[in-house]
């Protein structure tokens, strides 16, 4: 026999903040980037290279040339890419338009 027991309704239990240690924020970089354009895994790991366009005025002083550069070649574990997968979504998700306000 099974007996069903109701609970009260409990507030929300927050987590215990976790202190991060600001000792190598000044030297952390911030990674611009317009492409991830490669990716693949390798012994487990996520391989992802991030790169930029490069736009170089020629030396003679007419026109431009247009490069492309690797910006950093991320690697991580796959906890590691789920949670930077939620992130770049919630981001996302945070800069789509409100419908509700239609």
């Known amino acids: 026999m099974v007996t069903k027991i109701d609970k009260p309704p409990q507030a929300a239990v927050r987590a215990p903040e976790v202190n991060i240690s600001d000792a190598g924020s000044a030297q952390a970089p911030f990674l611009y980037f317009e ?3 490669a990716f693949g895994h390798f012994e487990g790991l996520v391989r992802i ?3 930029s ?17 690797v910006n950093a070649h991320l690697r991580m574990s796959v906890p590691a890419a789920q949670s930077l997968q939620r992130a770049i979504e919630s981001a996302l998700l945070m800069m789509a338009p409100d419908t509700s306000k239609n």
């Not at 490069?54 to 431009?64: A, F, K, W, Y």
């Open 53 to 69: 366009q490069r736009i170089l005025p020629h030396s003679t002083g007419g026109g431009v040339t247009v490069d492309r550069v």
């Open 35 to 37: 492409r991830a354009s």
């Open 49 to 51: 290279t991030l790169e």
